[in-house]
């Protein structure tokens, strides 16, 4: 398995990856999202980052995460913003393999926090995430 910050070269593979992690959601972007948000992953004065999971050269899982500043700490925090396996990986630890990556990117980067939101009806990201993190009792609302 090799599990690396995307290049250039891997938009395709990341595109049909982010694909699927929205479908999974019941939602989607228009393009002009895909490519904006992929120009802000591999552009070097953006905070924005993606790793993927590779099987023998085969896409097969991504994470998508951003820094930003907190009120809370002087270090910045990790927002772990997507997280996907291809459904016919999963159960292989592909998942606590991108998590521990962007975990271990933002312990180089003197990170003070990684943290991240799921849905309530998405157990089985829960069954992982309650084994590699701790549940807050924080609720989200937004406007």
């Known amino acids: 398995m090799d599990i690396r910050l995307v290049t250039k070269d891997d938009q395709q593979s990341w595109t049909d990856l982010w694909k699927l992690y ?10 002009e999202v895909y490519q904006t948000t992929w120009d802000r992953i591999i552009d070097p004065d953006e ?12 896409p097969v899982g991504l994470v998508d995460f951003l820094y930003h500043k907190s009120f809370w700490d002087i270090e910045d925090r990790v927002y772990l913003n997507d997280l996907y396996v291809d459904s ?10 991108l998590v521990k990556a962007v975990e271990n990117h933002a ?29 807050t009792s924080f609720v989200k609302y937004q406007v």
Not at 88 to 97: F, K, L, T
Not at 111 to 133: C, E, G, P, R
């Open 88 to 97: 016919s990986c999963r159960g292989a630890g592909i998942g606590q393999m």
């Open 107 to 135: 312990k180089e980067h003197n990170v003070a926090l990684v943290y991240w939101l799921t849905s309530t009806d998405n157990v089985q990201a829960q069954i992982l995430y309650d084994k590699i993190a701790t549940r």
């Open 22 to 31: 929205l479908e999974f959601y019941e939602t989607s972007r228009p393009p």
């Open 47 to 58: 905070d924005m980052y993606a790793i993927m999971a590779f099987d023998a050269g085969k």
